[in-house]
Nanobody
Framework: EGQLVESGGGLVQPGGSLTLTCTASEFAFRVYDMSWVRQAPGKGLEQVSAIGRHGDNIYYKDSVKGRFTISRDNAKMTLYLQMNNLKPEDTGVYYC????????????????????RGQGTQVTVSS
């Protein structure tokens, strides 16, 4: 059964940087569009960024544009999210999931659509 495993989260001060990694196994990662989804404390799921299967069709939520960079390495079956100039409002659990659009990514997260999702990695931005 396909699996996604996130890593790279942690505690960082405002203005700091983190790189999240999502490693896939047991499914054809290269044919799936991928997203990063986060859940802030007490809030719902929101799509932060997305990337097409060929590394094109890149999307960023307005609040992270210019600070976050999504990328993928299909040969390594790995998705990345480079996060710079982190802010307290970036705090949350970050998940990787299949899908390009918000509906597809959140559908994979909730099981409404067929797809894959990880278990999440905690990012805390605090001084």
């Amino acid at each position: 059964e396909g699996q996604l495993v996130e890593s790279g989260g942690g505690l960082v001060q405002p203005g700091g940087s983190l790189t999240l990694t999502c490693t896939a196994s047991e499914f054809a990662f290269r044919v799936y569009d991928m997203s990063w989804v986060r859940q802030a404390p007490g809030k719902g799921l929101e799509q932060v960024s997305a990337i097409g299967r060929h590394g094109d069709n890149i999307y960023y939520k307005d609040s992270v544009k210019g600070r976050f960079t999504i990328s993928r390495d299909n040969a390594k079956m790995t998705l990345y999210l480079q996060m710079n100039n982190l802010k307290p409002e970036d705090t949350g659990v970050y998940y990787c999931a299949t899908g390009l659009t918000t509906d597809q990514a959140l559908g994979a997260m909730t099981g409404r659509y067929f797809g894959y999702r990880g278990q999440g990695t905690q990012v805390t931005v605090s001084s």
